[in-house]
């Protein structure tokens, strides 16, 4: 029983030291805390308090870096844990009551158009000019996505943008290679095309019983795993289409052979898929790649980490992580890696200290904070920035070769919608591909109901303004295609 | 002091008021049987004022302006009946009412035959009774998370369901492996499913009691002149039971129509809209989509909808009592 707790202890104490060491020659934290520092004492704030409503996947991870941003600062912190499904109606509900008990609202950077609207979190440009914060090393794609109309609202700590991930040791195996090589005339490898990967599902599908390559598969093998349920499609369909969701004066661009060609391909490789994948989240799939029914996996980046590290895991050691695949547009392949979550941190409006709350997020997002949150064993921060390269608690922990392939992946990383009812679009979106994949609608059918729903949101939330914020948008880079 | 006098049939008792202070006259004035009396009754309708009519008056307020909650509440326009008119034509809204009917339905129709059966078979048992009812009132009691978190995993197209049902369905050539939360009709019935597992409890509930309520001299009098048991349930209890009948569907009805747990906690209202219910497609309008004053007004359009249907079913209530307690034809 002591020798457990000397060996807790220990943990506890590396733990903390590892967070401690944070802000160790990093001016862009060091000038954080300098700067909370002066704001208490110039505020003359007694028991100075940040409240955040934070999603409860980090409920784990985050209290290590809030008590030591009080033993730098003395500023304590209320953390308030909600399911991030949950969070951004509870931010809009601030919106309407304006209660002011929240100083940081942490969510994907997609809740922030309809947050600015409703006017319930603050541009922090003046903060930003102030303090300045480092973005250097972040992928264009994952660091405009930290603006709204023109203006800094959201400071982003995370890479989730999609990976694929196969099975190493299938890829590696001689007979499937050489059989494979003798079908398509090409070497078993990343796919670097959506058509490629259906290719290669298809060739791994394999019946429970059967016996292929020298391995006896006792259950079947199934050749591809993605996300096709409602509220997780919309987050993946990015990858397939060809260019942006809308024109210049945001007329769907979907009802477009380039679109209904998308809707085919995202439903086709359902066919390689477990039978239920439209029920499945997160929860279902991690767990199904662990276990080794799957070939390969288009999904979060964790998912690697997840395989590595968990201990009913079967693939442990048996992972790719690869690139994106893409699909060849004018003889260019065209890679496309949506953003599909990532976690950010936003003051609210009606916070009784904003430069202070600002503070807390550059000291979180610093080079060195940062790190050192993405390296937490128990956090869900993906690497993202040039730094987390030579960072060896990040290397160790998620594997050289997993963070070179997701820093290289960042270059293709693009934003979802990000205008105001970007939810509404969404759903209309999922609901449509859902009734293809079930073989209820044509694609072409669905290509025109997504057409029509569109048109309906946008002409709800008002045409006019947002045309002018997709423009902008669209010119910043969040999107990586242009008009 | 305390004082106590009489005043025609009425007992006074009081404190003597003390000269001068507010409040001790306020409670003499309190004290006045006319007053006394109104006090409980000026507590319930100040109640009701504040807790239904107020947000009720606002509900019809908001649903008649022109607001998402993604733009501030001093930029909302009045529109008139325009949200009304949206609702009205929107397929959207008025399949979910028609899926809330069907799940509603099919849901509370299974109830009341497998918690009748139950009730019937614990009423009539002479062993374990207590036993019995303890564990068929059980899923009641357990909280609707547990229950739509339990049923994922039961669903799951590898889960127990599907084992369970293999062997049936092999016999008739079938694919075993039922997409329970994937397929559009298959999701329909996981969720109606979860539905009767948790509430066929209540149904149990109320037609136990309703079988331990009913005079046994009436049953025995039939007996001895020479009923079958199918004439004694069929001619004497089963229309004493009618009030409970009455009861369980217009309480499970109203609540089977709110159905909302089960379709968040499996199916998010799909694959596609295909187990979208009214109750989640207002939750999904109002908080995910901020569109409240569309929320408002569908709400107002479905309170007129499911009042109609509650007077009704209230009618029948009132009306089968009176039958039974032989005021009525």
Redesign the interface.
Known sequence: MNRCLVVLSAIGLALASSVGAATANDPVAERAVAGAKQYVKDKNLKDPKLTILLSSLYNNSFPDFARRWEELTGVKFEIVPLGYTDI??KI?QE??SKTGVYDIFNDFPYTM???V???VIIPLDPYVAKYKPDFSGIADGLLYQQNYDGKLYTLVNDGDHLIMALRKDLVENPQARAEYRAKFGKDLGCPDTLAEWEQQAAFFQTKEGETRWGIKFEKPLYGALGYR???FSYRHFPAYMEGLLFDRDMKPRINSPQGVSAIKAFASIVQYM???????GTP?IYPFWGSGQAYSAMSFPSIIGFGESNPQSTVKGKQLACLIPGKMVNGQLVRRSPQAAGTGYMVSAYSKNPELAYLFIQWLTSPSVGDEAVAHPKGFWDPYRASNLTNKAILDRFGADFVKTTLENSKYAASLLLI??N??YF?VL???L??V??G?ISAEEAARRIETGWNKVTA??GRENQVRIWRKGVESGIYLDKF | MVEITTRGADLVVRDTPKRGGVLPRLAAWLAQERVFRLIPFILVEGMFILVIFIPFLLTVYISLLRWRANRPFETASFTGLDNYYSVIGNDQFWLAVGRSFYFGGVAVALELLIGFVLAMLVSQTTRFKRLYTTVFLVPMMIVPVVVGYNFSMIYVDSGPLNQLLAPLFSLFGMDPRVRWLSHPVAAQWGIILADVWQWTSLTFLIFLSGFSALPPQLVNAARVMGASPWQIFWRVQFPLLKPAIVIAVVIRSMEALKLFDPVVLLTFGGPGTSTQTVAYFLWEQVWVFNKFSFGAAASILLLLIFGVLIYAGIYLLVRQRAIVEGRGA
Do not use: L, R
């Not at chain 1, 477990?274 to 499945?280: A, L």
């Open positions: 951004p109606a809009m919106g309407v158009p309809d947050a609207g409703a006017k349920s409602i509220n477990p039978k239920d994948i439209q029920g499945w279902q105001e009812g939810y509404e759903k999922d609901n449509n859902a009734d994949m079930n209820n709800d939330v």
